[in-house]
């Protein structure tokens, strides 16, 4: 399953890491320079760097409250989504697996129109959507444990991940049912497409722990995701309590992608494309794999987020973007034969 390594192949992959971390810095102060209003790359590193004395009020006041959180938030949804689909990818030892496929998306979609049918605050609207996607995933657990006298195999969790997602879906067509068609219905159709439009620093703050502890937490249980994409007798004989680390990696990876879909909506494909480019550049092997389709993720989602803002004169919404890109980009790699490479 994995390739033998070998002689200075450890080199190359530090050196492919450290240009993607390069790529990332780069396309970060690009994105932070683009938009409405082009903002010079010293003018932004003045900013991050705090010397703001001599510079337009107006210029530091787009750069702290729209462009930067923006960009930050980008690169954290994309890293969040990309790493949480590596890890179901392993758990479920299948390449289509995505973060979404145990009801987390549709319990946060259901979490925030339910928010935004009460009026919530946009922080209340956040809040509610990251809860419900773990309340979609511990649902789906607990119901497949029942079903499966206890074992929660992987048929069970995906079989009753359906019928949970097929539950919230419902529930989000009553509550757009029930919404003020003026104000409401509006709010709710465009946070089910995705978008960065509204972040402020206020939902970084709240997301990025959350975020960056799932991201550090899964990459160094990354060797277990090794372990894991083995069968559940071979993985047994290696000394790993197989339903355990299942349930810690699900925690894990659940907990990251719901924190980023309750700051940008359903955003689609990023959680499957992404984690099979890093697996064509660097193996099936998770020791190397989870840190490239990390920074590959922050990478496409900044990328995704500049031709949203830039396309068109208004705003293209993130979800459409990223089905418009990897669904073609999905039945390439299905075409080429390549797909399930590596996972056999």
Not at 161 to 170: C, D, I, K, Q
Not at 311 to 327: C, K, M, Q, R
Request: proline content about 3%; hydrophobic content about 55%.
């Amino acid at each position: 399953m994995w390739e033998v390594k070998k002689p200075g192949q450890t080199e190359k992959i530090v050196t492919l890491n450290l240009i993607l971390v390069l790529l990332m810095a780069a396309l970060f102060l690009i994105s932070v320079s683009i938009g409405r209003y082009s903002i010079s790359i010293p003018d932004i590193l003045n900013v991050l760097l705090g010397q703001t004395e001599d510079m337009s009020k107006t210029i530091v006041s787009i750069l702290i409250n729209s462009r930067i959180p923006r960009a930050v938030g980008a690169m954290l949804v994309g890293m969040a989504l990309s790493a949480s689909g590596a890890a179901y990818q392993s758990v479920f030892r299948n390449p289509m697996a995505t973060p979404d496929i145990l009801g987390a998306a549709s319990g946060a979609a259901c979490g925030a129109a339910a928010g935004i049918l009460l009026s919530l605050s946009d922080l209340g609207v956040q809040l509610t959507a990251f809860l419900m996607g773990l309340l979609a995933v511990f649902l789906t657990y607990t119901i497949s444990k029942i079903v499966g006298r206890g074992q929660g195999t992987v048929i069970f969790l995906i079989l009753v991940g359906m019928v949970v997602s097929a539950l919230f879906n419902a529930v989000i067509s009553i509550t757009k049912y029930f919404a003020d068609i003026d104000n409401q219905l509006p709010a709710i159709t465009f946070w089910l497409m995705g978008g960065l439009t509204d972040l402020t620093r206020k939902d970084l703050i709240v997301v990025i722990p959350i975020i960056l502890a799932g991201i550090i937490l899964m990459n160094f249980l990354r060797w277990k995701l090794n372990l894991l994409s083995f069968s559940d007798e071979e993985a047994m004989a290696m000394g790993v309590d197989v339903q355990r680390m299942r349930r810690i990696i699900i925690s894990i990876a659940t907990f990251t992608c719901s924190a980023a879909i309750s700051i940008c909506g359903l955003v689609g494909w990023v959680g499957i494309v992404v984690p099979h480019c890093a697996r064509l550049l660097v193996g099936p092997n998770y020791q190397r794999l989870l840190p490239v389709a990390t920074l590959l993720g922050g990478i496409y989602m900044m990328l995704i987020d500049d031709l949203a803002r830039t396309l068109l004169i208004v705003e293209i919404p993130l979800g459409i973007l990223t089905a418009l890109i990897g669904a073609p980009v999905f039945i390439y790699l299905l075409f080429s034969g390549d797909f399930l490479g590596g996972q056999e």
